[in-house]
């Protein structure tokens, strides 16, 4: 089984950063895709950014530049800082992973993992 729990989130003025964080526990051999996307009211969820094991990152057009992911591999954790928050960016941030586990049998597959999620609300 495995565990992903975002944090991070919370109420901020436009302009202002937000620095969110994703772990992942559990049992799996490795952590292979790291993403974040986000869903507001009324709207599909859509990719915010994205990093792989080797630090490959991808980001979505929208964000010009404003958001940065990382990942600290030791700790099984990814990072998205955001800058110069807009109120268009009030969403739930929501992380997925992507790792590669292994069964009994000694089969390795990969499987994606859902957070619950973290509201980010950029009002005042």
């Known amino acids: 089984q495995v565990q992903v729990v975002e944090s991070g989130g919370g109420l901020v003025h436009p302009g202002g950063s937000l620095r969110l964080s994703c772990a992942a526990s559990?049992?799996?051999?490795?952590?292979?895709?790291m993403g974040w996307y986000r869903q507001a009211p009324g709207n599909r969820r859509e990719l915010v950014a994205s990093i792989s094991s080797e630090g490959v990152t991808n980001y979505a057009e929208f964000l010009k530049g404003r958001f940065t992911i990382s990942r600290d591999n030791a700790k099984e954790t990814a990072y998205l800082h955001m800058n110069n928050l807009e109120p268009e960016d009030t969403a739930e941030y929501s992380c997925?992973?992507?790792?590669?586990?292994?069964?009994?049998?000694?089969?390795?597959?990969?499987?994606?993992?859902w957070g619950p999620g973290t509201q980010v609300t950029v009002s005042g």
């Open positions: 559990g049992n799996f051999v490795s952590i292979n895709l």
């Open positions: 997925n992973v992507e790792v590669t586990a292994r069964l009994p049998v000694g089969t390795l597959y990969n499987s994606h993992y």
